[in-house]
């Protein structure tokens, strides 16, 4: 039988990775890969441990699933990889780590065609 | 200026003058308050915590002071050769006190010293990063 649902949610993620994404460099240890990813969320953190605060930029990429495990990364994300992207002449590095009470990452629809993948500001690479 | 500021300036002193496994220029904050990107270098903060008076005898009060130490550092792998490094100079730096004067406000002695967070698992896990918290007690009479 055919599932409208997931035909549905595919001819959406293409066109979210067709009209609504960029192109970031997504890296892990030496292996790194060109991806297309739309930004989810992107919200201003603050975690408060013993009354010492840390401030953090937290950003979500949407990566199409099939782009990172068939790409050199291989696998699903992990915690510490690390999204290169360009924004203007700087390059700003997030590293992906667990938001609040989540894991790192999630599948952002059922069918686990895209990934939502949970990031931090971690460096601003000036030219 | 306050006794307990005179502490902690002192504290932060002799932090900056000791010669520890590692460099760093210690800042004494009352609420050590960072973004994550500037966290990839090495952080040492000295917090005023607490004051108690407790008594001595009829003119004089044992006066305790407690000051926080922070260690911090954004980790990249977070596996034992980095952060071991890190655990050996939270060390370094309670040997630096332990049961020692101050050098620069010698009424003043550490009593105490604690470590009860030896390394904060919520930054650990939300921020993957190490921080330490070290509680000491100064006691002088006052």
Known sequence: MT???????NWLAGKLKTHASQSVTYKRDSAEAELQATIG??????????GIITRSQVRD???????LVSSSIGSL???????????GENTIVY??????????WRFSDPFRLKLRIHTKQIDTISP | MTTILQIADSVTAQLNAATLSQTFEAERLYVPNF????MKELRVSVVPREVQFLPMDRSLSRYHGK???AVQKKFSDGDNVEIDPLVGLVEEIADTFRLKRLDSLVAARCIEVENSVLYSTEHWEQLRQFTSLLTMTFELAK
């Open chain 1, 3 to 9: 599932d409208l649902l997931r035909i549905g949610q």
């Open chain 1, 95 to 104: 590293e992906v780590m667990s938001l609040g009470g989540e894991p790192p």
């Open chain 1, 41 to 50: 969320r992107s919200t201003y953190q603050q975690d408060d441990g013993e």
């Open chain 1, 77 to 87: 994300p992990r915690r510490g990889d690390r999204i290169h992207q360009s924004d």
């Open chain 2, 67 to 69: 000051i926080d130490i």
């Open chain 1, 61 to 67: 990429f949407l990566i199409d699933t099939s782009d």
């Open chain 2, 35 to 38: 973004d994550l990107e500037d």
